[in-house]
């Protein structure tokens, strides 16, 4: 028996939806199942029929039994016990119920209490799982009269007046023979406190699948091609480069230009708009004949052939154009990248993605989450473990015995996504959500891989995408590209430059 609390629910129709299941749809579910297990459980035919109705979502679930129950010829009233609906949905099944012929009525009209004893099927959908507190001091009567109807009394998710998470009831609340539940239990429904008021409850598929029931429950979710196709956004005819981001790629070093190529080339294939490479001025020109899509930006260097830290104010101006800044990618570690990454990091007025030699420097700081914190946008950082014991001060052992809770706890602390790196990557959420990659193989063990990655990620963030969309679909897409080589070329021979070319036939696959 599967038991949500009222934020765990939301969480499963929130991830049912991103999977392609829309609330819309899972309204019209609550509202027929609900019709179909009344008809079949009870002889309706004939019945004067009463629903009460809320302003929100579960007076929408309401709205749509009622026009189940029209389409049987039923007599149906709804009477509105807090006003007009507020939700679009419940706006929407309103107009559809009343064009239906179900007779609608304010809780206040003269003969609404008598219409509520005479009523044989009445249903409560009033507040469902979003109540707390005491009922309105308006509706106590007709909570009263409800109460002491003969006819079958039910309720859609919880009787009205009680807490679903706790199970504490008002002195007004309703008592109900039946309870049909949503998808799931609810805390309320076997607690000693409030299993009268529910009377049988009967959990109701509404088509949220099992496994995001459970996802739901532990607040993970594996991540879908449905979700990641429904995130990214669409190419419009009419587009301009000017529509898909102004990206800044802050990588490379006279030692590994190869992470500052790749990078940038991956940002290239995965759709950025404008992508400048900001690099060392000898890294910059090595690479500028290889990179003829993007624009090369010199920069001035340190003793170790590094970024200097006195192109910082200058970067800094920079950001003010850019939609992404990317930083990291064979940056190096040196007392100039460290003062440039602190100092970018630090009230930067867009967002960044942090990889690789930015997050070493980062660690070095006094305080990697206080820094963090400073960013204005939620930025997205990619650690594989090693750096993220760097950066949470545990050893690589404990990172790697807890990658869950070093990934989830890192993210509350420091306000940043982070893609925590490994067999099955993990992408954690300052709110506490968890997403685990289905997708990659050992084939992506390489050198660059990492780089690839993080210049996926910072192209879709460029696109418009928030820190987690652009971080669930870039690790999706990139494992998802891994796994088409594998097929073809095997594990072995596998290079990250593969992973590049591969991806324009990765996004065409969805749609993209």
């Not at 199942?33 to 004067?48: C, D, H, P, W």
């Not at 930083?327 to 100092?343: D, F, K, Q």
Request: charged fraction near 20%.
């Amino acid at each position: 028996m599967l038991t949500l609390t009222t934020v765990q629910m939301k969480r499963a129709e929130q991830l049912a939806d991103e999977g392609g299941l829309s609330y819309r749809q899972m309204m019209e579910n609550a509202g027929r199942m609900a019709f179909e297990y009344l008809n079949s459980r009870y002889v309706l035919a004939g019945k004067r029929c009463l629903i009460l109705a809320g302003n929100g979502n579960n007076a929408g679930d309401g709205f749509v039994l009622a026009q189940r129950l029209r389409e049987k010829g039923l007599s149906v009233t709804v009477l509105l016990c807090c006003g007009l609906p507020q939700t679009p949905l419940a706006k929407l099944e309103f107009r559809l119920a009343q064009e239906s012929g179900a007779e609608i009525l304010e809780h206040t009209q003269p003969d609404a209490l008598s219409r509520i004893a005479s009523a044989q099927v009445l249903v409560d959908a009033v507040f469902g799982t979003g109540f707390r507190g005491e009922l309105p001091a308006g509706l106590e009567k007709v909570a009263a009269a409800f109460n002491e109807s003969p006819g079958l009394k039910a309720a859609l998710d919880i009787p009205s007046g009680v807490n679903a998470d706790t199970g504490a009831s008002g002195r007004f609340s309703i008592r109900v023979d039946l309870t049909l539940a949503f998808g799931a239990y609810k805390p309320a429904h076997t607690h000693l406190d409030s299993r009268v008021a529910c009377g049988q409850v009967e959990v109701l598929d509404i088509g949220i699948p099992e496994e995001v029931i459970r996802a739901a429950l532990s607040n993970q979710v594996s991540i879908t091609s449905e979700q990641v196709r429904q995130y990214l956004p669409p190419r419009p005819k009419e587009a301009h480069k000017g529509c898909f981001g102004k990206l800044l790629n802050l990588s490379g070093s006279l030692r590994m230009p190869g992470a500052a190529m790749m990078s940038t080339l991956a940002a290239l294939r995965t759709g950025a708009g404008v992508t400048t490479l900001a690099a060392p001025a000898q890294t910059a020109r090595m690479l500028a004949p290889h990179l003829m899509e993007a624009i090369s930006l010199p920069l001035p260097e340190g003793e170790k052939g590094e970024v200097s830290s006195a192109v910082l104010p200058g970067i800094r101006r920079l950001l003010e154009e850019m939609t992404v800044c990317l930083i990291g990618c064979g940056l190096s570690v040196t007392e100039e990248t460290r003062r440039l990454v602190a100092g970018l990091v630090e009230g930067a007025p867009c967002r960044l993605v942090l990889d690789a030699d930015a997050l070493n420097c980062i660690s070095q700081e006094n305080s990697p989450v206080e820094l963090l914190r400073k960013c204005w946008e939620t930025p997205v950082i990619t650690p594989h473990p090693g750096e993220m014991a760097r950066l949470t001060g545990l050893t690589l052992e404990q990172v790697q015995a807890n990658t869950v809770s070093a990934a989830r706890l890192f993210a509350k602390e420091s306000r940043c996504v982070v893609v925590l790196k490994g067999h099955y990557t993990l992408i954690a959420t300052p709110e506490g959500e968890l997403y685990r990659n289905t997708t990659g193989n050992a084939g992506l063990a390489k050198g660059g891989s990492g780089d690839v990655l993080a210049g996926m990620i910072a192209a879709l963030a460029a696109q418009g995408l928030d820190a987690k969309q652009a971080a669930v679909c870039g690790v999706y897409l990139h494992g998802l590209a891994a796994d088409r080589l594998a097929e073809r070329m095997g594990l072995a021979g596998m290079l990250a430059r593969d992973v590049i070319e591969e991806l324009p036939a990765v996004l065409k696959s969805i749609g993209r």
